[in-house]
């Protein structure tokens, strides 16, 4: 089942408690794919390894590069 | 004395400390250039002509007292509205924030002001910093002085524009996912995002915690490594500042290990002239005695996605109150752009931040464990004309957007830094631009290879 614009229409207005906006509901229901398509249904992660990776990781990883860390 | 507005940054402050010219009179010759052109290219939403003229009257009166002065002293910048300078308006190019008066000033500015920067005015942005075209609903938009036909890049539209037509010596920018790099392609010029942490971005508008970047605009590579130089260092007052080695050049091309895409992403569906432009680099690198290697690289188009799922929903939350009260204070574009990320569920944006951490490891493993820096096109095309890519908030409004800054985006995503240069002029006058892109707090190697390119470029002969 797809997420439509009137689903779309429905979480603005559930959220910033107005009507959509001309463009904001269609863009809306198609941002629910593409993060679903290239955040969600991908294996940029391997075999699960994103269970122990935590969400500051990037920046913990670039902040030991910057004293002498090993890539 | 040749044209001083043609000058580098460089050249012109050590013309002031030579007394070879005045700051007056390059203050004044440079504002004299930002108000001949701002009819035909827009570049400032505010010109400081007053406050500008008698700083360098105070800054020639200190160098004839042989007052201690620093490297920039008496030389005219402008910077993207959207840097806090207590008392002034910091605008961010919008409606909403276009009487905002500032408490503080942002690190960056500070620093500059150290250096002895004079301030020329307030530079035209995409609103809020959305969007890589350079429009914007509300003060119109910069023209691009190559042709002004065609856009400036964005979102640091008004940078560019200033840079490439000689009304500044240098401009910061800031760059979420190309908003130096994509101005500094389309206007000629040279940009660089730094590596994530490098500036500090207190006193700066924020569009997204994770990814916002701050760097110069300059026409020369040595000018954006004096900036960068002047600007960078951790910050007490920016905790994801990070504390990080100076940047220091590599001694020489030679020996250096070159990634290079030569189909695939990066490489399908160039326009010829910017294909040429990728080919000519190569060259020059190979030359210069580099080696050049197939690069390997992540899948680019989930990280492109990845990086605008992110920003974009960082940008949301910052707006919310705003798309909530004031929706009609925004452009339309700017607007659907903001409110699309309601459609990214927390747990997604939480996983995307997850995967860059997985994805920067996986890059710096299985790409630069082979190469000292890529060398890729900052932009797949020539800057398109304006009437091109005005899609408003229509059906077409993420394809054209994200596929303008389909070759920038992903490394705001990695994190890594990003040095923009122009190549040799095609028939038109515009300049393809080549991107070379390095490991984390390699910034040094970039300016040693962007050298060695912007030295045939312009012919130069050092």
């Known amino acids: 089942m797809s997420f439509g614009e009137d689903d779309a229409s429905r979480l603005l207005t559930a959220v910033l408690e107005r009507p959509p906006e001309p463009g904001e509901a269609r863009a809306i229901a198609e941002q629910v794919e593409r993060a679903r398509r290239h955040a969600v249904a991908t294996n940029l992660a391997g075999t699960g390894e994103l269970f122990t990776v935590e969400t500051h990781a990037h920046a913990a990883t670039l902040r030991g590069l910057a004293q002498g860390g090993d890539r | 004395m040749s044209d001083p507005l043609a000058w580098s940054l460089g050249r012109a402050a050590q013309a002031i400390r030579d007394r070879e010219i005045s700051s007056f009179e390059l203050t004044e010759a440079a504002l004299e250039r930002a108000h001949a052109t701002q009819p035909s290219l827009n570049a400032f939403i505010e010109i400081e002509d007053e406050t500008a003229l008698a700083a360098a009257a105070a800054a020639d009166e200190a160098l004839a007292a042989g007052v201690a002065m620093g490297p920039l002293h008496g030389v005219p910048l402008a910077h993207k509205d959207m840097y806090d300078r207590k008392g002034r308006v910091t605008g961010c190019g919008s409606k909403i924030r276009k009487d905002h008066v500032a408490a503080t000033t942002a690190t960056v500015i500070a620093r500059l002001d150290a250096a002895g920067q004079i301030h020329l005015g307030r530079l035209n942005m995409s609103e809020f910093a959305v ?208 409110v699309q990320a309601l459609g990214t569920a927390a747990p997604v944006y939480l996983r995307a931040l997850q995967l860059r951490a997985t994805l920067l490891a996986r890059t710096l493993a299985e790409t630069f464990a082979s190469c000292d820096a890529l060398l890729v096109p900052t932009m797949p095309t020539l800057p398109p004309i304006s009437a091109d890519v005005e899609v408003g908030a229509s059906e077409a409004m993420t394809r054209v957007l994200v596929g303008l800054s389909k070759f920038t985006r992903p490394f705001s995503f990695l994190g890594l830094p990003a040095l923009s240069v122009p190549m040799p002029a095609t028939a038109a006058g515009l300049r393809p631009s080549a991107q070379l892109v390095a490991g984390p707090w390699q910034e040094g190697l970039l300016f040693t290879l962007g050298d060695a390119l912007e030295r045939e470029a312009s012919g130069r002969s050092d």
């Open chain 2, 131 to 338: 969007g890589p075209t350079g429009f914007n609903a509300h003060h119109g938009r910069a023209c691009n002085p190559l042709d002004p036909a065609r856009i400036t890049g964005g979102s640091s539209s008004g940078s560019g524009a200033a840079m490439a037509s000689g009304s500044a010596f240098a401009a910061l920018g800031s760059d979420t996912g190309g908003s130096i790099r994509i101005p500094a392609a389309c206007c000629g010029i040279v940009g660089i995002k730094p590596t994530q942490g490098r500036v500090s971005r207190h006193g700066a508008m924020p569009l997204s915690a994770s990814q916002d970047c701050i760097g110069p605009l300059t026409r020369t590579v040595a000018d954006a490594e004096l900036v960068l130089s002047l600007i960078a260092g951790a910050d007490p007052l920016d905790p994801a500042s990070i504390d990080a080695p100076p940047v220091e050049r590599a001694p020489t091309v030679a020996a250096l290990r070159i990634g290079v895409v030569r189909q695939g992403f990066f490489a399908d569906g160039l326009d010829p002239e910017v294909a040429g432009s990728i080919v000519e680099a190569t060259r020059i690198l190979e030359r210069a005695g580099a080696s050049i290697i197939e690069a390997k690289l992540p899948p680019m188009e989930d990280v492109i996605e990845l990086a605008n799922l992110v920003a974009m929903s960082e940008g949301a939350a910052i707006h919310l109150d705003w798309l909530r009260q004031r929706p009609q204070e925004y452009g339309e574009q700017v607007r659907a752009r903001l």
